[in-house]
């Protein structure tokens, strides 16, 4: 089989058929009908072998994560996620990898009604980039920058898992056998926060998803806002299974500045807080509320409970 066969083979029918797709794969460029009263949202995120994933990873989780990633930051700005387009770089053509690659991003693009509708394939280094483009109505996309003081800080899901995933692929942890299938779950298909960022759209006041560790991630929302925040630590939601593979310190560390969780960060105003857990009890997944947005620009403050709380950020930097 040709190279290009075979890349029309594993991409021309990915994800989710959509009817506002006028041209798709094979042209030069692809067409989409915009739907009116909507703001088209754009958003890019790249891979890249021995950065952001291993080489013996399986690439049908690759594929799943590629998607799910760029559909978070659909998620995160209150958008409905609906075209993909993939740039491909792989020093061959493995023609088992590429299919179960292309298997795992067009079950997930499926998943999230989205159809791949274009890209670009070559050779090189191994690495993935996808742009997902989503429509959220006019002037409603959540930014970073709208959170005000006296806004209380939530997030949703728990945090830590991902990074303790990360840990046990890398056998630098044992899990107890009954957990280890939720942490690497959680690790390697990580699950994009999307209806309930749309639901977010009328209550929250800024949101973003934390994709580097919430103590690297939050400060974004704090200077894109011009505010600050206190964050009491005894809050951070954690999960049983993260609970129970390491110390209490440990985990804490986890949840604080471990990358990949994909879980929303948002703000929501006093009078808008009242009906939230009411509003967003449908959508299955558990929001906490973490602390409070302050006046002090740029400080961001940890207690716990009622005590301060002394953090040396380890979180990764890419640069
Ligand atoms: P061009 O030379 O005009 O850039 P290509 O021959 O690279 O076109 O691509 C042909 C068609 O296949 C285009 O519609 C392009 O979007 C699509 N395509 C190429 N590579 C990929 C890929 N990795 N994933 C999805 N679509 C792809
Ligand atoms: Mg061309």
């Given at each position: 089989m040709g190279e290009f066969e075979l890349i029309q083979r594993c991409f021309a029918e990915a994800g989710r058929k959509r009817t506002d797709v006028a041209i798709g794969i094979g042209d030069d460029g692809a067409v989409v009908q915009v739907r009116d009263g909507c703001d088209l949202v754009i958003t890019t995120d790249s891979m890249v072998e021995g950065i952001h994933f291993f080489p013996d990873v399986d690439p049908r989780s690759l594929g799943h994560k590629l998607v799910a990633v760029n559909?978070?930051?659909?998620?995160?700005m209150g958008a409905e996620p609906c075209w993909?387009?993939?740039?491909?770089?792989?020093p061959k053509v493995d023609e088992d990898w590429l299919l179960a690659f292309a298997e795992g991003l067009s079950e997930t693009a499926d998943y999230y009604n989205c159809q791949l509708i274009g890209g670009?394939?070559?050779?090189?280094?191994?690495?993935?980039?996808?742009?997902?483009?989503?429509l959220v109505p006019k002037g409603k996309?959540?930014?970073?920058?709208?959170?005000?003081?006296?806004?209380?800080?939530?997030?949703?899901?728990?945090?830590?898992?991902?990074?303790?995933?990360?840990?046990?692929?890398?056998?630098?942890?044992?899990?107890?056998?009954?957990?280890?299938?939720?942490?690497?779950?959680?690790?390697?298909?990580?699950?994009?926060?999307?209806?309930?960022?749309?639901?977010?759209?009328?209550?929250?006041?800024s949101a973003?998803?934390?994709?580097?560790?919430?103590?690297?991630?939050?400060?974004?929302?704090?200077r894109r806002s011009k505010?600050?925040?206190?964050?009491?630590?005894?809050?951070?939601?954690?999960?049983?299974?993260?609970?129970?593979?390491?110390?209490?310190?440990?985990?804490?560390?986890?949840?604080?500045?471990?990358?990949?969780d994909y879980e929303l960060l948002f703000t929501v105003p006093e009078n808008r807080r009242g009906s939230l857990e009411v509003l967003l009890s449908p959508y299955g997944v558990p929001v906490t509320c973490i602390g409070r947005i302050t006046g002090a620009v740029g400080k961001l403050e940890f207690k716990q409970g009622e005590l301060p709380f002394v953090y040396q950020h380890q979180g990764f930097e890419h640069f």
């Amino acid at each position: 089989m040709g190279e290009f066969e075979l890349i029309q083979r594993c991409f021309a029918e990915a994800g989710r058929k959509r009817t506002d797709v006028a041209i798709g794969i094979g042209d030069d460029g692809a067409v989409v009908q915009v739907r009116d009263g909507c703001d088209l949202v754009i958003t890019t995120d790249s891979m890249v072998e021995g950065i952001h994933f291993f080489p013996d990873v399986d690439p049908r989780s690759l594929g799943h994560k590629l998607v799910a990633v760029n559909v978070s930051d659909l998620a995160a700005m209150g958008a409905e996620p609906c075209w993909l387009s993939l740039a491909l770089t792989l020093p061959k053509v493995d023609e088992d990898w590429l299919l179960a690659f292309a298997e795992g991003l067009s079950e997930t693009a499926d998943y999230y009604n989205c159809q791949l509708i274009g890209g670009d394939t070559t050779r090189g280094p191994l690495s993935l980039t996808m742009i997902a483009k989503g429509l959220v109505p006019k002037g409603k996309a959540i930014t970073r920058a709208g959170a005000q003081n006296g806004d209380y800080l939530y997030v949703t899901g728990t945090l830590g898992d991902a990074a303790l995933g990360l840990q046990l692929v890398q056998n630098k942890v044992e899990i107890s056998k009954k957990h280890r299938a939720h942490i690497l779950q959680r690790f390697h298909y990580p699950t994009a926060r999307v209806a309930l960022g749309q639901a977010l759209r009328n209550i929250a006041s800024s949101a973003m998803d934390v994709s580097d560790g919430l103590a690297g991630d939050l400060p974004h929302i704090l200077r894109r806002s011009k505010v600050g925040a206190v964050v009491d630590v005894s809050k951070l939601p954690m999960s049983q299974a993260l609970k129970d593979s390491c110390s209490a310190e440990q985990a804490l560390q986890y949840a604080l500045s471990g990358g990949e969780d994909y879980e929303l960060l948002f703000t929501v105003p006093e009078n808008r807080r009242g009906s939230l857990e009411v509003l967003l009890s449908p959508y299955g997944v558990p929001v906490t509320c973490i602390g409070r947005i302050t006046g002090a620009v740029g400080k961001l403050e940890f207690k716990q409970g009622e005590l301060p709380f002394v953090y040396q950020h380890q979180g990764f930097e890419h640069f």
